[in-house]
Every structure is written in C-alpha cells, then in structure tokens.
C-alpha cells in the first residue's frame, strides 16, 4: 500500500499537472471504485482545481464550490498521468480524470477491488475521511510521546495505527523501527524516554528522507513504479539479506497478511522473534537467537 512518501510524491506531481486547471470530464469504469452519491462525479466538471493534498493515506483533490475528490489508492492502486481523454485499460482501468493538458489514470492491479473514490462537498464532511492520526512530519516530540504512549500496544501495531499516526504502514515502520534499533514488539508504555526520542527522530528523518528520494527520483516526471520493496530500504522486503549496519541477515515475523521486517543483531540483543503460529507448531524447536539459528543451517 501507498504510504507517507509515495503518496507525497503523488501530491506534489499532481498539484504541478492540474492546480488551477478545470475538469473537463471524469470517467468511472469500475462499478466498485466510485464509494459516494451525492454530489454525483458529474458535479465535479467544469470545476477548477484549487489545491492537492495528503490525507493519511489518501490524496485529495480540492475544487471551486467547495467539492473534493478523495482517492484512496488501498494495496494496490495506482495513478498514473497519460495523454487527455486517453482510454482506461479494461482489466485494471478503474476511472480517469479529464483536464486540458492530460489525464489522471486510476488503475489497480489484481482481482481484488479495494480502491475507492469519493465525491465530498465541504471540508466538514471531507473530515470524515480522516482516521485521526497526527502528522508524523508536523508534531513535536511531546505530541508523539503522548500518542504513542496513550495505549500499551507493540511498537509495529502503534505506528501503523491510523489512528495515532497518519501515513505510516509496514514497509515505513520496518525502516523507522531499524533506524531507531528498536525492537517491532517492544510495548509502547514500557519505552524509556531517551527511546521514544531516538523513536522520534527516526520517524522524522526516514519519511523525510524517503519523500526527498522519491522526489528526486521522478523529477518532472510521475511516479509510474510506486511499491513498497526497493532495494534501498533497510529491512523491509529484505529478509534473509544482510543488515545494512551489521551484516546480519535479516529475520521476519509474519501475522495474518503483514509481517514485521527486522535486524536481530541491531534490534532484538540477538533474539529472534516468533509469530504465534510459528511458536505453536515448532514450540521449543524455535531457535531464540542468531547463534542457534545458525546452527540449524
């Protein structure tokens, strides 16, 4: 799924392509993208765009009279900017966009329809949208401590909560967690304050950090090879392959459809981390650390 980067990067090619531009049609292919009636797509044409924004994991598109356009690309949704009034592909074409200069595509790959698109008028009802997680990129340290520390969950589970922090999914909280050398299933509320700052400050540098990547790597272009494995990160998409820091290979712990990426070396003492079911089926055959795994190979 798209998160803070990508979708930033989204934002900023479209607010080049389309701000102060007018819709001139918009096209839904897809009877199980569009997820609003009222106001219908067709209220949306004729409309200027008057800003781009991020909203969590969502980009919208904001127009004159007060209406917006809110797409949520899911796991895997994709935009794509082609020649105006260009035809949507039928197996993966959801909707297209229309403006004088060129076309929003809005794909997904698979059978699975997750995507979504709504027509919202107002910003109180484009609030609605909002899961209520703060801006990892705009809040203080105070402000994150006091989020992440307000329920006793794992350090995975709170920062891919959109209700606590907004944009953050497995693949940015792998490298945020291996930048921070924390463990994915330390316990918030048992963080020292020295962590929750080395917590802090990883966050900031590694979405930072990845949203200028990103950007820089598409120029004037658009983004066409969103994903969430590149051979740049850390850890995440990475198991079995050395630590960047350390050399050792990279260990994951997977539960129901996420899985937590991780160096034992630079984040668990050496301990290796079990998944329920793992620790069921093999139960004392689980090696605990580094060292015993290594003796099983």
């Known amino acids: 799924m798209p998160e803070l980067p990508d979708v930033e990067t989204?934002?900023?090619?479209?607010?080049?392509?389309?701000?102060?531009?007018?819709?001139?049609a918009i096209r839904i292919a897809s009877p199980f993208l569009l997820r609003s009636v009222?106001?219908?797509p067709s209220a949306i044409v004729g409309q200027t765009v008057t800003g781009v924004r991020r909203l969590g994991k969502r980009i919208v598109v904001g127009l004159t009279d007060d209406l917006f356009v809110v797409m949520h690309l899911m796991i895997a949704g994709r935009l794509r900017w082609r020649d105006t009034a260009v035809a949507i592909p039928k197996k993966r074409g959801l909707a297209a966009l229309d403006f004088p200069q060129g076309t929003i595509l809005f794909t997904e790959e698979g059978s699975k329809k997750r995507a979504s698109l709504h027509i919202v008028?107002?910003?109180?009802?484009?609030?609605?949208h909002d899961r209520g997680g703060i801006e990892p990129l705009a809040t203080d340290l105070a402000t994150f401590q006091s989020?992440?520390?307000?329920e006793n969950h794992t350090l995975k589970r709170a920062l891919t909560d959109p209700r606590s922090f907004s944009g953050i999914g497995d693949a940015y909280s792998d490298e945020i967690l291996h930048a921070a050398r924390l463990s994915p299933l330390a316990l918030t509320q048992r963080l020292s304050d020295a962590a929750v700052r080395e917590l802090y400050d990883a966050t900031v540098q590694t979405l930072n950090r990845w949203v200028e990547r990103l950007v820089k790597e598409v120029g004037d272009g658009f983004p066409e090879?969103?994903?969430?494995?590149?051979?740049?990160m850390a850890v995440h998409g990475r198991y079995q392959k050395p630590c960047p820091i350390c050399g050792s290979p990279v260990q994951r712990i997977v539960y129901a459809s996420n899985e937590a990426n991780y160096c034992a070396t630079c984040q668990t003492k050496?301990?290796?981390l079990a998944d329920r079911a793992l620790s069921r089926l093999l139960k004392t055959d689980w090696p605990k650390s580094l060292d015993a795994l290594g003796e099983t190979t």
Do not use: D, S
């Open 10 to 24: 989204y934002v900023r090619c479209l607010a080049r392509r389309i701000l102060g531009h007018p819709c001139r």
């Open 38 to 40: 009222a106001p219908p």
């Open 121 to 128: 008028e107002g910003e109180t009802n484009l609030w609605e």
């Open 147 to 150: 989020v992440l520390q307000r």
């Open 225 to 232: 090879k969103v994903t969430a494995f590149r051979p740049e």
């Open 270 to 272: 050496g301990k290796l």
